[in-house]
């Protein structure tokens, strides 16, 4: 009789195992090409899933309810995540122009996707970025002081005094700068890690075992 408890617990813990690893998702996805990506599909950040898109509509189409984030930590934690992505990808580029080109050909160019969050005063519009530039301050620095960089994909903050900016190439007024904002919609939440899932369902097995044996 111990032999079937034991073959009843073996078959709850794997069938739930299974159940709840199914639910862990797959690596983010770029969307688009390498130099023009139109948006991430399952973007992992914290315990969220996100769909982001990306796009040079004006700000108020894009974001008619305002910033999506409350804060500018939730907004940072977006942004890095967007430049690993891009990163890991193999992303040089944004609308089919060259980070690269834009950052090095004045030293004030490059290339960002930006994440509004609730406005700094002083300021109409605040954003964390995944941007690839060249660092204004220290122009002697090859590559530029981290996080800052234009070899690749780093994490920046903007500042925007204009009430409903269209973003693109030349943004805000700015030679040689191509911005995309980032809107993103809730897909879901991330489930436990593996190990963590196994110990859940093999609790569920014990509970269920302990469950008939009251029962006899």
């Not at 193999?90 to 490059?110: E, I, Q």
Request: glycine content about 10%; aromatic content about 12%; charged content about 10%.
């Amino acid at each position: 009789m111990k032999h079937n408890h034991f073959t009843r617990f073996v078959s709850l813990t794997v069938f739930a195992g299974a159940l709840l690893m199914f639910t862990i998702p797959a690596s983010a996805g770029l969307v688009g090409t390498t130099t023009n990506p139109t948006g991430v599909a399952g973007l992992v950040v914290g315990s969220n899933i996100y769909d982001v898109t990306f796009s040079i509509d004006y700000f108020d189409n894009v974001f008619p309810s305002g910033p999506q984030f409350s804060t500018w930590v939730d907004a940072a934690d977006v942004s890095t995540a967007l430049a690993n992505v891009l990163n890991g990808a193999g992303v040089t580029g944004l609308g089919g122009f060259s980070c690269a080109t834009l950052a090095n050909s004045d030293h004030r160019g490059g290339c960002s996707i930006m994440v509004p969050y609730p406005t700094v005063a002083g300021w109409q519009i605040s954003t964390v970025n995944a941007s690839w530039f060249y660092w204004q301050g220290d122009p002697s620095a090859v590559p530029p002081v981290p996080p800052y960089s234009d070899t690749q994909f780093g994490q920046s903050y903007g500042y925007i005094n204009l009430a409903n900016p269209q973003a693109g190439a030349n943004a805000f007024g700015n030679n040689n700068w191509y911005a995309e904002w980032a809107s993103v919609s809730l897909t879901g939440t991330v489930a436990p890690e593996p190990a963590s899932t196994f110990l859940f369902a093999a609790g569920l097995g014990l509970v269920s075992l302990a469950s008939r044996r009251r029962k006899k």
